[in-house]
C-alpha cells in the first residue's frame, strides 16, 4: 500500500503551506468471517499488523520548513515513525463465486507516532512532547477468485 499525508507548515512569508508526506507499506491481516447469507454476504473481524515505510517528504525544498505549532519543528523531523503498528478491523463482504466486494473500517490500537516520543525532540522544540497518532482506515476492494 501507499499513503499519503498532509501537515500545515509555515512557509515563505508567514504563509501556510502543506507538507506532504508519503510512505509505502503493507499488512498482514488475520480475519475471521462469519456468514451471514449462505456464500453470499459475511462480517469480517481481527486484528491487522502494518508494517511502515519511512515518510518521505514529496517535494525535499520544504525539509526545513517550520511544522505548524512549533516554533523550530522542522518538517524533516519527523519523518521516523513507528515502523510497526497494530490495527483492528470490522467490515462487510459480499458477491458470489468469483468475485467479491469488500469494505471495512481499521483502527490503529497502536500510537504510529511513538517512535517521535523517542528522538529527544524536546531538544529542539520544548512544544515537542508526547506524540500521539493512531491509524484509522476505510478501505474498499474487489476480490477475483479464478
Known amino acids: 500500500m501507499q499513503t ?3 501537515i500545515n507548515a509555515n512557509g515563505a512569508a508567514s504563509e501556510v503551506e502543506k507538507v506532504k508526506y508519503t510512505w509505502s507499506g503493507a499488512q498482514v491481516k488475520m ?6 447469507a ?3 454476504f459475511s462480517v469480517e473481524f481481527g486484528p491487522i499488523f502494518q508494517f511502515n515505510g519511512k515518510m518521505e517528504l514529496d517535494e525535499e525544498n520544504q525539509r526545513a520548513l517550520i511544522l505548524d505549532g512549533y516554533t523550530s519543528l522542522q518538517a524533516e523531523d519527523i519523518q521516523e515513525w513507528s515502523r510497526v503498528n ?3 478491523t470490522l467490515g462487510l463482504s ?3 463465486t468469483h468475485v467479491r466486494f469488500t469494505a471495512n473500517y481499521q483502527y490503529g490500537f497502536t500510537n504510529a507516532l511513538k517512535r517521535l516520543n523517542d528522538e529527544r525532540l524536546e531538544l529542539k522544540d520544548p512544544a515537542a512532547t508526547n506524540f500521539k497518532g493512531n491509524l484509522g482506515l476505510i478501505t474498499a476492494g474487489i476480490m ?3
Not at 480475519?31 to 451471514?36: M, P
Open 38 to 40: 449462505g456464500d453470499h
Open 94 to 96: 459480499a458477491g458470489f
Open 4 to 6: 499519503s499525508l498532509s
Open 144 to 146: 477475483l477468485y479464478l
Open 31 to 36: 480475519l475471521l468471517s462469519y456468514l451471514i
Open 86 to 88: 497494530g490495527l483492528v
